[in-house]
């Protein structure tokens, strides 16, 4: 049984159900594996316990929104 995990910041609980769904279809497809066999996990991550650079994610963006002017 094929098992997906991803990992990223907060999402919405659309962005979940579309990336369950296009991560599943897509692994099916390729693996030629049906669909119905996939598990597939998120694991939301708080910006404060993400880090890149040496900075939390959190830090990350206000400095990349300042950089834009947003």
């Known amino acids: 049984m094929p098992y997906i995990t991803v990992e990223s910041g907060a999402l919405s609980d659309e ?3 579309e990336l369950i769904r ?8 390729i693996m030629n594996v049906p669909k119905e066999f996939f598990v597939t996990t998120i694991k939301e991550v708080s910006d404060k316990n993400f880090g890149i650079g040496g900075k939390t994610i ?4 206000e400095e990349y929104m300042q950089k834009k002017g947003v």
Not at 22 to 29: A, G, H, I, N, W
Not at 58 to 61: F, G, I, W
């Open 15 to 17: 962005q979940k159900e």
């Open 22 to 29: 296009r991560l599943t279809e897509v692994s099916s497809e």
């Open 58 to 61: 959190d830090k990350v963006k």
